[in-house]
Structure formats: structure tokens, C-alpha cells
């Protein structure tokens, strides 16, 4: 028998969205939009939340177990735009009853096209020679200048085989890459024969044999810091370290102290551990390449998760479990 819900929920929604999504919204709900695109501070989000049935965040909202507690008794459900969670603290929404449901597998190609954007520009330097255009130092083609490392025949150590590690690995085998990986779990055999991967229960164990490591695991307590100095240090001598998952499963300093000492030849950063700041550390090195937490924007990715928002929405309020309900452990 389905839950009653309100028919036309109200909605608090602390970011700008994609126009058609904001546009189906006031369609369907009571959607409080904002007009200004700046994150939300605490008083706002409880403000928020104690108006709403159901409360929208993203990436940039801290949702944790306080702002929970003050979140007064009407919101019922958290509809998260984005597909990682690690920002919200999900034992305390669900201690109180609010399921959390999020936006998985539509930002996987995107994502995953990213992670091969960064990985070329950063082992084949892409920044360094598009700033040479820009400053005037180029003097024209030379034998020996702007050299970076060939991509195919070495090997990539994937960290997190969920949908988007999978979708790199079908990536970087396209590139003639050898696949290695580390999860939790070993995929099934039929899988693991068509990516050509192969699976390291250990990550200790794998790191030595890696040329480039790319991260795709989500952040949780056992993936924070996962890159520290003495993980680091387990890389063979010239590796390149690329991250489009999340920045706190990096040490940066480690990550600096690495790059600055010639252990590693660079580094593809997409994620940071306080964004929008990034270390200047990391700011100073040719060697790595950074961009701005861009993996998933595309117009039509993002077009996909609002409407990832909006079906979820409408299960929950028609009484049903949403498609897209996070579980607790759902890394
Ligand atoms: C997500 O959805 O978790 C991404 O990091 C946002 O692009």
C-alpha cells in the first residue's frame, strides 16, 4: 500500500540548475529556486530545510549529522543533484527517517572522457605547451622539445571498479593500454576478459607495476587519506597520479612533497580536498595539470541528472522507493 505524500511537494534547492530542470520543477512541485549561484551558508541550509518537503543539495552543501539535527520535522527526503554522497552524512538523515537518493550512471561517460582528457594533458603536457603559445616563448618545432610519455603499452592502475572505473578502463584499452585495478570486488570473468583487466586485491600489491594510477573510488572513511605519503611512496619512480574522484582521498602535501622531488612525473587533478582552494603547492608545478571539479559538465549530462532528480522525486512523493535510494554502505 503507498505511503501518502504531499502531491506537489515543496522543494528547497540550494544551487542553480540546468534551465529545463528548474522549468519541470515549478511544473511538478512548490520549487523554492535560487537566483544567485553562490553556496548556501549553515543558517540558509537550516532555514531551508525546516521549509521544505523535500530538500535538493549538490556537491558544495556539508550535510552533516548537526545540520540534520536542525532540520526541524518536514523534510522527509534528500534528493542529493550528483552522484557521490560522502557530502551528506547518511546514518544521520536515515536515524531520522529521511531517505537520500542521488544521480548515478548518467555522469559516467562524461566523467570517464574526462579522466582520459586529463590523463593525456598531463603525461603529454598539453598545459605547458598551450602556455608556451600563449606567453610567446614558442620558437617553432624542435627535435627534443615538449616530450611527454606515450600512453600506449604502459600500464594503468585503476583504483574502484565501480560504473565510471569501468568506463575508463574500456577507455584506456581502446588506447592500448594494460589494465590493472583494484576493488573490493573482483568483477566477473566475462567483464573482466573484455576490458583486458586485471584484478589486484591488494592495492599495496598493485601500485609497484603501474605507470599511471587513476582514482575512482568514492570517498569514505576507509578511501580518505588513501594516498599518503607512504601509499605514495609504493609507486615506482616517473608514475602519473590522476584524480577525478574525490580530493580528500589524496594527501596533497604527500602529493606536492612527491611531485616536487622528481618520485612522481605528474599529476591530473580534477577534485580537491577544500574546494574551491587548491594548494598553491600544486598551483607552482608544470608538472600537474588541474581543473575546476569539471568531470561531469556537459550540457547533457547535467540536463540527465536534474531529470535523475525530478524521477526520484516523483516515486518518493507517489509513495514509492525512489529508483536512485542510497543505502547506507553504499560504497
Ligand atoms: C558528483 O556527482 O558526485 C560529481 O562529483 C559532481 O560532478
Redesign the pocket.
Known amino acids: 500500500m503507498p505511503v501518502q505524500r504531499p502531491a506537489r511537494p515543496k522543494l528547497f534547492v540550494t544551487r542553480r540548475l540546468p534551465d529545463a530542470t528548474e522549468s519541470r520543477m515549478n511544473e511538478l512541485f512548490e520549487a523554492v529556486l535560487r537566483d544567485q549561484d553562490t553556496p548556501l551558508s549553515r543558517e540558509e541550509m537550516v532555514a531551508g530545510l525546516h521549509d521544505c518537503d523535500v530538500f535538493v543539495p549538490t556537491?558544495t552543501d556539508e550535510i552533516d549529522a548537526d545540520l540534520i539535527a536542525a532540520a526541524g520535522d518536514r523534510v522527509k527526503l534528500i534528493a542529493n543533484f550528483?552522484?557521490?554522497v560522502d557530502h551528506i552524512d547518511l546514518a544521520a538523515a536515515h536515524a531520522r527517517g529521511i531517505p537520500v537518493t542521488n544521480?548515478p550512471g548518467v555522469?559516467t561517460d562524461d566523467?570517464a572522457d574526462m579522466t582520459m582528457a586529463l590523463l593525456l594533458a598531463t603525461v603529454r603536457r598539453m598545459r605547458v605547451g598551450e602556455a608556451s603559445l600563449r606567453d610567446g616563448s614558442w620558437s617553432g618545432w624542435a627535435p627534443t622539445s615538449l616530450r611527454g610519455t606515450r600512453i600506449g603499452g604502459k600500464s594503468l592502475g585503476i583504483v574502484g571498479m565501480g560504473r565510471i572505473g569501468r568506463a575508463v578502463a574500456l577507455r584506456a584499452r581502446t588506447f592500448g593500454m594494460k589494465v590493472h585495478y583494484h576493488n573490493r570486488h573482483r568483477l566477473p570473468d566475462t567483464v573482466e576478459g573484455q576490458l583486458g583487466a586485471t584484478w589486484w586485491d591488494d592495492l599495496d600489491a598493485m601500485l609497484p607495476e603501474v605507470d599511471i594510477v587513476s582514482i575512482h573510488c568514492p570517498l569514505t572513511p576507509e578511501t580518505d587519506g588513501l594516498f599518503d605519503a607512504t601509499r605514495l611512496a609504493r609507486l615506482r619512480e616517473h608514475v602519473y597520479l590522476i584524480n577525478t574522484a574525490r580530493g580528500e582521498i589524496v594527501d596533497e602535501a604527500a602529493l606536492a612533497a612527491a611531485l616536487e622531488s622528481g618520485k612522481l612525473a605528474g599529476a591530473g587533478l580534477d577534485?580537491f580536498a577544500d574546494e574551491p582552494n587548491v594548494p598553491d603547492a600544486l598551483k607552482a608545478l608544470d608538472s600537474v595539470t588541474l581543473l575546476p571539479?569539471m568531470?561531469?559538465?556537459t550540457f547533457e549530462g547535467r540536463q540527465q541528472?536534474g531529470e535523475k532528480v525530478i524521477t526520484n522525486i516523483r516515486a518518493w512523493s507517489d509513495g514509492h522507493r525512489p529508483p536512485d535510494q542510497v543505502l547506507e554502505g553504499w560504497a
Do not use: E, I, K, P
Open positions: 556537491v550528483g552522484v557521490g544521480t555522469l566523467t577534485v571539479h568531470g561531469s559538465a541528472m
